[in-house]
Nanobody, 115 residues
Framework: QVQLVESGGGSVQPGGSLRLSCAAS????????MGWYRQAPGKQRELVAA???????NYVDSVKGRFTVSRDNAKNTVYLQMNSLKPEDTAVYYC?????????WGQGTQVTVSS
């Protein structure tokens, strides 16, 4: 079964940047719509960025202009470049298909934005 493994999280100060990676164990990235989701403490998981199989990108309003989703089909990897990070971006970030498939949630990667 295909696995999705997230990495690249960490602790940064407001205004900082991080680049998240999502490595897929199979050649599925180029064939599917992929997305980055996040879940903050006490909140529901939300889709924040998506990239279609054709390369079109979509973002939730709260991250537009700050986050960029991209994909390297040869490496079966999806990326999320996060700039101008804010404390409200603090969450565990996951990648999954769009729409998500419940069996493919990974461990996620923690992003903490704090001064």
């Amino acid at each position: 079964q295909v696995q999705l493994v997230e990495s690249g999280g960490g602790s940064v100060q407001p205004g900082g940047s991080l680049r998240l990676s999502c490595a897929a164990s199979g050649s599925i990235v180029s064939l599917n719509h992929m997305g980055w989701y996040r879940q903050a403490p006490g909140k529901q998981r939300e889709l924040v960025a998506a990239i279609t199989s054709g390369g079109k990108q979509n973002y939730v309003d709260s991250v537009k202009g700050r986050f960029t989703v991209s994909r390297d089909n040869a490496k079966n990897t999806v990326y999320l470049q996060m700039n101008s990070l804010k404390p409200e971006d603090t969450a565990v970030y996951y990648c999954n298909f769009v729409p998500f498939r419940g069996d493919y949630w990974g461990q996620g990667t923690q992003v903490t934005v704090s001064s």
